[in-house]
């Protein structure tokens, strides 16, 4: 069965380093995701992007964050310069449709940064 | 903002019991969707209800939706110990483009 699948499972960064998460979604769905959670804390969403743009971010994603879906399989987030409060499991998730709802989420990449 | 929030946070159970949880949320949605995370893990989609939907079933799942309290249900019958993990609800809001908005989840444990 097909599955979103992410890379690396763990990375650990220092402060102020550029960090840069991988996504494979699920090769024909077209509508892509980034969720975190910190620890203990609720699943919080990032950014939604389709047809090669964003189509909504939230508060979070301010401009230390960035997205790029750079061939045709792979979905990236960036973060800039990364703060301590950044430390948190990462999620993506893809869509197949309009008329399809269901996310379907990856196993998450753990980001700690130091 | 729009929220999903899961009652109750623990829930403790023994196998072959019924484990029923709830998820109550703000404002207009398009669908609410369950889904399962085992600790430290990724989340595994279980069932989506859209909004025109009152009931559904999956297997042992059964979700209700009553859009008129802003509240829906997870119900697993005839539980197991591989049932043990957090359950959570996300709603899809109706102006979204599929941004899920999470509750904090309901922790269960199923005991053999």
């Given at each position: 069965e097909p599955e979103v699948t992410q890379t690396p499972s763990h990375q650990v960064t220092q402060m102020g380093q550029e960090v840069i998460l991988r996504c494979v979604p699920?090769?024909?769905?077209?509508y892509f995701y980034w969720y975190r959670q910190i620890l203990g804390q609720k699943v919080e969403f990032l950014v939604s992007f389709y047809n090669n743009e964003i189509s909504e971010k939230s508060?979070?994603?301010?401009?230390?964050f960035s997205v790029e879906r750079p061939d045709g399989s792979n979905f990236t987030l960036k973060i800039r310069s990364t703060k301590l409060e950044d430390s948190a499991m990462y999620f993506c998730a893809s869509r197949l449709q309009d008329t399809s709802y269901e996310q379907y989420f990856g196993p998450g990449t753990r980001l700690t940064v130091t | 903002s729009q929220q999903g929030e899961e009652d109750p946070q623990a829930l403790s159970i023994q196998e072959g019991e019924n484990a029923t949880m709830n998820c109550s949320y703000k404002t207009s949605i398009n669908n609410l969707q369950w889904y399962r995370q085992n600790s430290g893990r990724g989340l595994v989609h279980l069932i989506l209800i859209r909004s025109n939907e009152r009931e559904k079933h999956s297997g042992r799942l059964r979700v209700t939706l009553d859009t008129s309290k802003k509240s829906s249900s997870l119900l697993i019958t005839?539980?197991?110990?591989?049932?043990t993990a957090s359950y959570f609800c996300a709603t899809d809001a109706?102006?979204?483009?599929?941004?899920l908005q999470f509750g904090a989840g309901t922790q269960v444990v199923v005991t053999p």
């Open positions: 699920i090769s024909n769905h077209l508060e979070i994603f301010d401009d230390q | 005839a539980s197991r110990a591989a049932d109706a102006d979204s483009w599929g941004k």
